[in-house]
């Protein structure tokens, strides 16, 4: 069993940047982790995701350039760097967890694990 517990949301002025953790608990070898978020209502969209090793990245097009996914596995932790934030950005981000293949982060109904969410608010 893995526990996902996200941290670091807040509210931020546009333009400005967050940094989120997502620290796991449990076996995470080899899991491909990533990062969904969900607006009032809408849908939960798929927003970053990295593979075990860090060797592969993969961004939706609404965040790439601004939003940088990494981690830590000796910490057991990943992390999703907020820049250039946009009132648009405003969501709950939750942290995914997927076994096997990396890409399969990035499809919800591939996700193993989900965190409890963390509230991210950008004020224009």
């Known amino acids: 069993q893995v526990q996902l517990v996200e941290s670091g949301g807040g509210l931020v002025q546009a333009g400005g940047s967050l940094r989120l953790s997502c620290a796991a608990s449990g076996r995470t070898y080899n899991y491909g982790m990533g990062w969904f978020r969900q607006a009032p209502g809408k849908e939960r969209e798929f927003v970053a995701a990295?593979?075990?090793?860090?060797?592969?990245?993969y961004y939706s097009d609404s965040v790439k350039g601004r939003f940088t996914i990494s981690r830590d596995n000796a910490k057991n932790t990943v992390y999703l760097q907020l820049n250039m934030l946009k009132p648009e950005d405003t969501a709950v981000y939750y942290c995914?967890?997927?076994?096997?293949?990396?890409?399969?982060?990035?499809?919800?109904?591939?996700?193993?694990?989900w965190g409890q969410g963390t509230q991210v608010t950008v004020s224009s």
């Open positions: 990295i593979s075990w090793s860090s060797g592969n990245k």
């Open positions: 995914a967890a997927s076994a096997g293949e990396y890409y399969r982060v990035t499809l919800r109904e591939a996700i193993d694990y």
